[in-house]
């Protein structure tokens, strides 16, 4: 069966220090990955996609991911995070020829000024 | 272009009345899913139609919620009955390609209804 873990219900950083968003993922076969991003009162919005090749996937809004394939993790980065990057961020998980998304229960994001 | 578009953006009920929730997908999206949304908490996956084929149900919580898709687009979520617990927003997506697909089909979100059951 598949599953993600969101470890951190919320992340607090200051404006302009690097941040990370934690996602671990369990899935049998090959792994899609995927992080989504949902501003107050608005639907998700897609960020990053790993699917295969270069573990380092770059996203919309200067976001990035890296995929660790040994420790099940596909965790959300940024250099120097904004606040308006302030939102709750969704890691979610796929496998190969499945339509279903399992989504992880959410992280929420405060980036103070 | 035009992305997912849901209506009402707000519904408030009374517990035992029948709701519908509409879902009008980006054109050419041939998979649909709904999602419900409780607060602040994560996605709970509902239902999934894709082209012509029978659709998958399996996320329903109850017999209370049904679903359907005419023509291939617009998408109703109906939901007979409804209880306090049934307050949620409920979200709809549509993609182009699978999830695990060869490009691995992101699926585009609409703003979602807020379902509020008094």
């Known amino acids: 069966a598949q599953s993600v873990a969101q470890p951190e219900d919320q992340v607090n950083v200051a404006e302009g220090n690097p941040l990370t968003v934690k996602c671990t993922y369990s899935?049998?076969?090959?792994?899609?990955l995927f992080w989504y991003v949902q501003y107050p009162n608005r639907g998700l919005q897609f960020l990053l996609k790993?699917?295969?090749?270069?573990?380092l996937v770059k996203g919309s809004y200067g976001f990035e991911a890296e995929f660790n394939k040994s420790q099940t993790s596909f965790h959300l980065k940024k250099p120097s995070a904004l606040v308006s990057d302030s939102a709750l961020y969704f890691c979610?998980?796929?496998?190969?020829?499945?339509?279903?998304?399992?989504f992880g229960s959410g992280t929420r994001l405060l980036v103070r000024p | 272009g035009a992305g997912v578009s849901q209506s009402p953006s707000n519904k408030v009920t009374e517990k035992g009345k029948d709701v519908e929730l509409r879902c009008d997908p980006i054109?050419?999206?041939?998979?649909l899913y709904w999602y419900r949304q409780s607060l602040g908490q994560g996605l709970e996956f509902l239902i999934y139609?894709?082209?012509?084929?029978?659709?998958?149900k399996s996320g329903l919580p109850s017999d209370r919620f049904s679903a359907e898709r005419t023509g291939g687009s617009v998408s109703t979520l109906t939901i007979q009955r409804t209880q306090q617990e049934d307050s949620a927003v409920y979200l709809c997506?549509?993609?182009?390609?699978?999830?695990?697909?060869?490009?691995?089909?992101?699926?585009?979100f609409g703003p979602g209804t807020r379902l509020t059951v008094l």
């Open positions: 997506a549509s993609s182009l390609e699978l999830a695990g697909g060869p490009g691995g089909g992101e699926q585009f």
């Open positions: 899935v049998s076969g090959n792994p899609y």
């Open positions: 790993y699917i295969t090749g270069d573990n």
């Open positions: 979610a998980v796929s496998m190969d020829s499945s339509y279903k998304l399992i």
């Open positions: 054109s050419g999206h041939t998979a």
């Open positions: 139609f894709q082209g012509n084929s029978a659709p998958d």
